[in-house]
Every structure is written in structure tokens, then in C-alpha cells.
């Protein structure tokens, strides 16, 4: 197959978010609509610079970069691990990003993932990293995806370090969820930059906007 710059652009994208659903790519991918992605997507798995995995019955299918992809891009060419139970958390992380592009306008080029996060710390104790980071109007946002309660002292040495760090600290939470709302609360006197969106909100609005049938309306 042919090449162009949007598969290139592709590869990169896959490769810093680890992996991706369909639904996804469309909009990491710049495609006009989920038809046109998952034509492209087929070309690009039988060239093998992409492949797909069922992890979780379900669960639509994972999309990766292989080790050919990394060659052509001469991206790091460890293979990146998943864990299943987070297969969940990162699909949220996923549409949390597609809903910052569509809702806000956040240039991808602005974006810094998690995994990026953690090469520019090197080897060394793995400290913990913001689901990813952008810069918008020249404002430092974190944004936290949390499904799960973390322990309180935990959880405030988190608050903590994100209000040092950036000017806004966006926590995407479920409305079940209480536990970890509470302690969000609770740190709100002393860090005052939380923010907190409902993750229903967050997928309703990823959802209804791809129902609309619309494509690649953000900017890089």
C-alpha cells in the first residue's frame, strides 16, 4: 500500500497513547467519518504496520502498532504491556481525551501522554504521572481519570503534587462514585485548581457527537 502522511501521523498517535479503539482513531486520525477510518485501518493491518486484539468479551478490539510499524517510524521498539484490568480505566482515559479535542478545542500537538510523561523521567523509581497533560491558552492542565478509590493519604500526596505543578487539575469521575468525590472535596481549600467532570458527561457527549455522524473537526 501507499503511504501518506495522516498513516504516519497514525503510528505516532497509536504509539503514545500504547493502543486504541476504532472509535478512537477516527478522531486521532483525522478521518472523515468511522467508515473511511475503518477502511483505512483494514489496509493498514494487512500491511502489517497495525494489528488488532479481542482482550475482554465485550470490549471492542485494540488497535496497536507492530514491530514493522515501529521500524518505519522508529519509534522505541519495546513492546508496550497492558493490563487488563485497566483495559476499562484507559478506554475512559481514551474518550476523555477525544471529548478535551472535540468539547475544548485542544490541539492534539498539545497533548503530553501519560507514557511520554514517564520517558522524559528516565529510569529510576516511576513516580506517578497525570492520565496526560495539555497546555491550553497558556494555562497547564492535568487531567485524572479515577474509577477506583486510592488510599487517602495517597490520593492527597497526588492533589498535592498536581496543584505545584499545574495551573488546573481536572478529575473525571463517576457520579457513583462518592468515596473518591469526597476526597476531592476535602482537599478543595488547599488546592483550590480541582475541577471535577462527571465521566457519564464525558461519554455521553464523545457519544452523541460521533452519532452525528461528523469527522475530524480539531486541530493539531
Known amino acids: 500500500m501507499r503511504l501518506v502522511e495522516r498513516d504516519y501521523a497514525l503510528l505516532r498517535e497509536l504509539d503514545r497513547w500504547r493502543w486504541a479503539l476504532s472509535r478512537h482513531i477516527r478522531y486521532l486520525g483525522e478521518f472523515s467519518g468511522q467508515r473511511t477510518c475503518d477502511r483505512r485501518l483494514k489496509l493498514l ?13 465485550g470490549i471492542p478490539a485494540l488497535y496497536f502498532v507492530t514491530h514493522k510499524g515501529k521500524v518505519l517510524e522508529g ?10 484490568e485497566q ?14 479535542l472535540l468539547k475544548h478545542q485542544v490541539p492534539l500537538a498539545a497533548i503530553t501522554t501519560e507514557k511520554q510523561l514517564h520517558q522524559r523521567d528516565g529510569f529510576g523509581i516511576r513516580k506517578h504521572r497525570p492520565d496526560f497533560v495539555f497546555l491550553l491558552d497558556g494555562k497547564n492542565h492535568c487531567v485524572e481519570v479515577e474509577l477506583t478509590p486510592k488510599a487517602k493519604t495517597r490520593m492527597g500526596k497526588i492533589l ?40 457519564a458527561e464525558v461519554v455521553d457527549f464523545v457519544k452523541q457527537y460521533g452519532q452525528r455522524g461528523e469527522g475530524w473537526d480539531v486541530v493539531r
Not at 75 to 84: E, I, M, P
Open 160 to 199: 498535592q503534587d498536581n496543584f505545584m505543578a499545574y495551573d488546573y487539575q481536572n478529575w473525571i469521575v463517576p457520579h457513583t462514585q462518592i468515596k473518591i468525590r469526597q476526597m476531592l472535596s476535602d482537599n478543595a481549600a488547599v488546592c483550590p485548581n480541582i475541577a471535577v467532570l462527571d465521566l
Open 75 to 84: 519509534l522505541s521498539l519495546k513492546a508496550d504491556k497492558f493490563k487488563v
Open 87 to 100: 483495559i476499562t480505566h484507559d478506554i475512559a482515559v481514551l474518550d476523555t481525551v477525544i471529548y478535551f
Open 45 to 57: 493491518i494487512e500491511a502489517g504496520y497495525i494489528d488488532r486484539k479481542h482482550v475482554l468479551y
